[in-house]
């Protein structure tokens, strides 16, 4: 006899032993032959419940359904699956308050299909009317927590298993923001009563022993000073422990650009003098980066960008950043340094240096400036910058140049808050910047210019990608005549950035068909934005506004409307942004009957 068949017989001869043991050969029939039958393809139903999020969560957890796309070779092995799966529906179904819920199954083979039918007798939900928590600790303090509702346990409504979870975790964090640094949930107890189908909870918790911060210890430091990292801490120790406040720290460290990680631990034990003491685990990031950007637009053509940083330069998170910029209508290149804890933490001093040549349609100009500027952190969403700039320029424009030397005290606001800078789908941004400027070379010339910007986002549909995206821009240039003014300080509508459809900074007033620039503009957007799939969406846009001559803009004057159609190609550097506009309002020998933009991130 070969080795395979007494193999064979020896696993037959075994489970028929061990089947007739048990009493059964139910189990030797299912076991031996289960592998040779063919497969049994069905389907699985929820009957006796209608709540659609009730019968979606059985789904999710079912290891039935889950398994559908591997159908058993038996009816036996279907039968276990579904018996298997009773203890975890049960639980789902006593998570939504049916704490008397039973289920049983049903397995129904017909000419073409089989179905496994879970039938459930839900009864009737047991309402939450009370809940209560029991102190284990040896303190005489008892910590006072807010009222249920606060926590999502609301009386009188039927028990939620989410929601209990939810204020279990509400309860420990307001613990740990409240100088409990290891609190932890000893007991549940959901008491029942069957009669009035109601349910009383209760939590045993033990906060453990109050304390305060002790002494920091800070790790995993090369290049970076352990002053810059002491700076960015949110306490001080002897402070009452709040876990906000390492939050904050993380948080602050992550904004610094040094680190490619960040841990903070707290010591396991509470030392003798309630204090706590926190280890701070660095791994610092290389400091410095080179980067490119590329853009295309129909009206001039080809642009790029190169970079290069470096964002610890003496130890203390100073950067010095370099760019280069070039297009068919720029050549520019600056260099800027920004040194962090000026004084203060949240305030940074800055100084820019920027050298141009531009030559959009509108005029030419040759310039050379430098700021000098302190930056101003009010909170996680405002900042405010201002200071001191000078600038030296010669601009031509139709045959006539003029040369300046602006001396200016330059101010600006930003309010950020959305959920992804590059990508945004909800919240709103505003920008607004304004400056005196006084030409030194002999002019007298004096103006006051001012401009601000709000977006604003939001989902159409609940959980939606269908997101609604608008903006508004507003402009103002008071003091001299318009002629008076600077070519390149006036305001001009028009490309990828304002009113996509016309050329860039072609919408504005005109001289024999040529763009002279106004002394107040109105730029408006809509756009309705649709994420497809996790790579790719589509947009559809409307942009108008114009530039006036007027100081503010002039209602009796038309704006220009331009629309379009956009592709989006999500990437982990942002989106990929192809638009085509088409100018509403076309004028003629000025306009072209199409536009075309490329570049990375959204339009705003």
Same mark, same amino acid.
């Given at each position: 006899?070969?080795l395979?068949? @007494?193999?064979?017989?020896? +696993?037959?001869?075994t489970?028929l032993l061990w089947? !007739?043991l048990?009493g059964s050969l139910?189990?030797?029939t299912?076991n031996?032959?289960a592998d040779n039958?063919p497969a049994i393809?069905y389907?699985?139903?929820f009957?006796?419940?209608?709540e659609k999020? !009730?019968?979606q969560?059985l789904g999710k957890?079912?290891k039935?359904v889950e398994?559908?796309?591997r159908p058993?070779?038996?009816l036996a092995?279907?039968?276990?699956?579904a018996?298997?799966d009773?203890p975890?529906l049960?639980?789902?179904l006593r998570?939504?308050g049916?704490l008397?819920a039973?289920?049983?199954y049903?397995?129904e083979?017909?000419?073409?299909s089989?179905?496994?039918?879970?039938?459930? %007798?839900?009864?009737?939900?047991y309402?939450?009317?009370?809940?209560?928590?029991?102190?284990?600790?040896?303190?005489s303090?008892?910590?006072?927590l807010?009222p249920?509702?606060t926590?999502g346990l609301e009386m009188g409504k039927?028990? $939620?298993?989410?929601s209990? !979870?939810?204020?279990?975790?509400k309860?420990?964090k307001?613990l740990?923001?409240?100088?409990?640094?290891?609190p932890?949930?000893v007991n549940k107890?959901?008491?029942?009563?069957?009669?009035c189908?109601?349910a /009383?909870?209760?939590?045993?918790?033990d906060?453990?022993?109050?304390?305060?911060?002790?002494e920091?210890?800070?790790e995993?430091?090369?290049t970076?000073?352990?002053s810059?990292?002491r700076?960015r801490?949110e306490?001080e120790e002897?402070?009452l422990f709040?876990?906000?406040l390492?939050d904050d720290?993380?948080l602050n460290?992550f904004?610094s650009?040094?680190?490619a990680?960040?841990?903070i631990?707290l010591?396991t034990?509470?030392?003798?003098? $309630?204090?706590t003491?926190?280890?701070i685990?660095l791994?610092?990031?290389?400091p410095q =980066?080179?980067? *490119?950007? /590329?853009?295309y637009r129909? %009206?001039?053509g080809?642009?790029g960008?190169?970079?290069?940083?470096?964002?610890n330069l003496f130890?203390?998170?100073e950067r #010095?950043? /370099?760019? *280069? &910029?070039?297009s068919?209508i720029?050549?520019?290149g600056?260099?800027v340094?920004?040194k962090?804890?000026?004084?203060?933490?949240?305030?940074?001093?800055?100084?820019?240096?920027r050298?141009?040549d %531009?030559?959009p349609?509108?005029?030419s100009?040759?310039n050379?400036?430098?700021?000098f500027?302190l930056?101003?952190?009010?909170?996680e969403?405002?900042?405010?910058?201002?200071g001191?700039?000078y600038r030296?320029?010669?601009?031509t424009?139709?045959?006539?140049s003029n040369?300046?030397?602006?001396?200016?005290l330059p *101010?600006?606001?930003? @309010?950020?808050?959305v959920?992804d800078v590059?990508?945004p789908?909800?919240g709103?941004?505003?920008?607004?910047?304004?400056?005196p400027?006084?030409?030194?070379l002999?002019?007298?010339m004096?103006?006051f210019k001012?401009y601000?910007?709000?977006?604003?986002?939001?989902s159409?549909?609940?959980?939606?990608?269908l997101?609604f995206?608008?903006?508004?821009?507003?402009?103002s240039?008071v003091g001299d005549s318009?002629?008076?003014?600077p *070519?390149?300080?006036r305001?001009? /509508?028009?490309g990828?950035g304002?009113?996509?459809g016309y050329?860039?900074? &072609?919408v504005?007033?005109l001289?024999?068909?040529?763009p002279?620039g106004g002394?107040?503009i #109105?730029e408006?957007s809509?756009e309705?934005r &649709?994420q497809?799939s996790?790579?790719?969406?589509? +947009? =559809?846009?409307? %942009?108008?506004?114009a530039a006036?001559?007027?100081v503010?803009?002039?209602?009796?004057?038309d704006?220009l409307w331009g629309?379009g159609?956009?592709?989006?190609?999500?990437t982990?550097?942002?989106?990929?942004?192809?638009d085509?506009?088409?100018? !509403?309002n076309?004028r003629?020998?000025?306009?072209?009957?199409v536009q075309i933009?490329?570049?990375i991130?959204?339009a705003?």
């Amino acid at each position: 006899m070969q080795l395979r068949q @007494w193999f064979v017989l020896k +696993v037959v001869f075994t489970q028929l032993l061990w089947c !007739l043991l048990h009493g059964s050969l139910a189990g030797f029939t299912a076991n031996v032959f289960a592998d040779n039958g063919p497969a049994i393809p069905y389907k699985v139903q929820f009957s006796g419940i209608r709540e659609k999020q !009730l019968i979606q969560q059985l789904g999710k957890y079912s290891k039935t359904v889950e398994l559908q796309n591997r159908p058993p070779a038996s009816l036996a092995l279907l039968e276990r699956r579904a018996e298997q799966d009773l203890p975890r529906l049960t639980k789902i179904l006593r998570s939504f308050g049916y704490l008397d819920a039973e289920v049983i199954y049903k397995i129904e083979s017909q000419k073409d299909s089989t179905f496994v039918d879970f039938q459930i %007798d839900s009864g009737q939900p047991y309402n939450l009317v009370s809940f209560d928590c029991h102190w284990i600790q040896s303190a005489s303090e008892t910590p006072v927590l807010p009222p249920s509702k606060t926590l999502g346990l609301e009386m009188g409504k039927p028990v $939620n298993g989410q929601s209990i !979870l939810e204020g279990q975790t509400k309860i420990l964090k307001r613990l740990q923001r409240n100088g409990y640094p290891f609190p932890r949930i000893v007991n549940k107890k959901l008491i029942a009563d069957s009669e009035c189908k109601t349910a /009383a909870l209760l939590f045993e918790i033990d906060p453990g022993k109050k304390a305060v911060f002790g002494e920091t210890s800070i790790e995993g430091l090369d290049t970076v000073r352990e002053s810059f990292i002491r700076n960015r801490l949110e306490w001080e120790e002897g402070d009452l422990f709040d876990s906000r406040l390492l939050d904050d720290t993380r948080l602050n460290l992550f904004k610094s650009n040094l680190f490619a990680m960040t841990r903070i631990e707290l010591a396991t034990t509470i030392e003798v003098s $309630n204090k706590t003491p926190v280890t701070i685990s660095l791994t610092e990031r290389k400091p410095q =980066t080179i980067g *490119a950007g /590329a853009e295309y637009r129909s %009206d001039d053509g080809p642009g790029g960008k190169l970079g290069w940083e470096h964002r610890n330069l003496f130890g203390e998170g100073e950067r #010095l950043a /370099a760019d *280069a &910029m070039f297009s068919g209508i720029e050549y520019s290149g600056g260099l800027v340094f920004k040194k962090p804890d000026f004084y203060d933490k949240n305030q940074s001093f800055l100084t820019e240096l920027r050298i141009a040549d %531009d030559h959009p349609d509108p005029y030419s100009s040759r310039n050379i400036g430098l700021s000098f500027l302190l930056e101003r952190i009010l909170n996680e969403e405002m900042k405010v910058l201002g200071g001191v700039s000078y600038r030296l320029a010669d601009v031509t424009q139709l045959g006539e140049s003029n040369s300046f030397g602006l001396l200016s005290l330059p *101010a600006k606001f930003e @309010w950020l808050a959305v959920d992804d800078v590059f990508n945004p789908t909800e919240g709103g941004r505003l920008k607004f910047q304004a400056a005196p400027y006084y030409d030194t070379l002999g002019t007298n010339m004096a103006f006051f210019k001012s401009y601000g910007k709000y977006s604003h986002y939001f989902s159409l549909v609940d959980d939606s990608n269908l997101i609604f995206a608008s903006q508004i821009g507003v402009g103002s240039l008071v003091g001299d005549s318009l002629k008076s003014l600077p *070519a390149d300080e006036r305001f001009y /509508a028009g490309g990828g950035g304002s009113i996509r459809g016309y050329p860039y900074q &072609m919408v504005s007033p005109l001289q024999d068909n040529h763009p002279i620039g106004g002394r107040s503009i #109105l730029e408006l957007s809509f756009e309705l934005r &649709m994420q497809l799939s996790k790579h790719f969406g589509f +947009v =559809t846009f409307l %942009d108008g506004g114009a530039a006036f001559e007027s100081v503010l803009p002039d209602s009796s004057e038309d704006l220009l409307w331009g629309t379009g159609v956009g592709l989006r190609i999500f990437t982990p550097i942002g989106p990929f942004r192809l638009d085509v506009g088409f100018p !509403l309002n076309k004028r003629e020998a000025i306009d072209d009957s199409v536009q075309i933009y490329i570049s990375i991130g959204q339009a705003f």
